[in-house]
């Protein structure tokens, strides 16, 4: 039958209280996703801030396949299309941002799992390995293991963070803190003592429910850490752009003391 290849061993190890941690993938060449597979604990596609093709899509997802590593996709809205495909693609587990209510939460579990436990359509091409392992044993199996979250980055979405919890079939929850303060009208102070409290609150209120909590978030490793102490167990930090520039300028720094005058021996 077709294999679920990483979504297992990511659970699993949030299960067992392993801090996990990914990165964000925005550029479209799928070598992105196959260097960096073998470093993180699951990889975090975004469809929402990068203008990704469904080809580039497909082919990341081939590479985290070949690696054997957790793919999860953030679409760009809480959209059965969007998700649909992400999933047929062979998406392990998806991201839905910007949720604000509760019916859009039960929409989005629904689209992720076919009858009867939800709404799914059929037609998992990748997944299946086009339609050689299909069927009713492969539907059972993928409502079983696929990871579902939404990202909690709005005031309406905390207001409504107890029936949301209370949807079945719910995995995660993702802090989106950035957007969170702004939506508080704290724009980008994400330490100010209420986005704390709301980071703390969301946290304890979903892994007293049984669900998991990740977020989302800049490479700031300090900030990462503090959100692990305040509950996060799954945290996407920083991605492939920053990557790319962030040992440039740290490298940079450190030579600038030679461009001075005086500053070679």
């Given at each position: 039958m077709a294999t679920t290849f990483g979504i297992d061993r990511f659970r699993s190890n949030l299960r067992a209280g392993k801090?996990?941690?990914?990165?964000?993938?925005?550029?479209?060449?799928?070598?992105?996703?196959?260097?960096?597979?073998?470093?993180?604990?699951?990889?975090?596609?975004?469809?929402e801030h990068s203008p990704m093709s469904p080809e580039a899509l497909s082919g990341h997802l081939l590479a985290a396949r070949g690696k054997q590593a957790p793919a999860l996709v953030r679409v760009g809205m809480a959209s059965?299309?969007?998700?649909?495909g992400a999933l047929d693609a062979g998406a392990e587990g998806i991201i839905v941002p910007q949720v604000r209510t509760v019916e859009e939460v039960r929409q989005v579990v629904d689209d992720c799992r076919y009858p009867p436990l939800g709404r799914r359509g059929y037609g998992p091409r990748v997944p299946t390995g086009y339609f050689r392992h299909g069927g009713r044993e492969f539907a059972d199996r993928a409502n079983e293991t696929i990871f579902v979250s939404v990202m909690i980055e709005t005031v309406e979405a905390v207001e409504a963070l107890d029936d949301i919890l209370a949807v079945p079939g719910l995995d995660s929850l993702v802090i989106g803190p950035m957007d969170l303060s702004f939506s508080m009208g704290l724009g980008a102070d994400l330490e100010h003592p209420k986005v704390v409290a709301a980071i703390e609150m969301i946290a304890a209120k979903a892994r007293a429910a049984g669900c998991f909590v990740g977020a989302g978030m800049g490479t700031d490793v300090a900030f990462a850490h503090r959100m692990a102490q305040r509950g996060v167990q799954w945290l996407q930090v920083g991605g492939d752009c920053v990557y790319l520039y962030s040992f440039f300028d740290g490298m940079r720094a450190c030579f600038n003391s030679l461009n001075r005058p005086g500053g070679a021996a």
């Open positions: 801090i996990c941690l990914g990165a964000s993938i925005t550029f479209t060449d799928p070598l992105v996703t196959e260097a960096l597979a073998d470093a993180v604990d699951f990889l975090w596609i975004d469809l059965t299309a969007a998700i649909k």
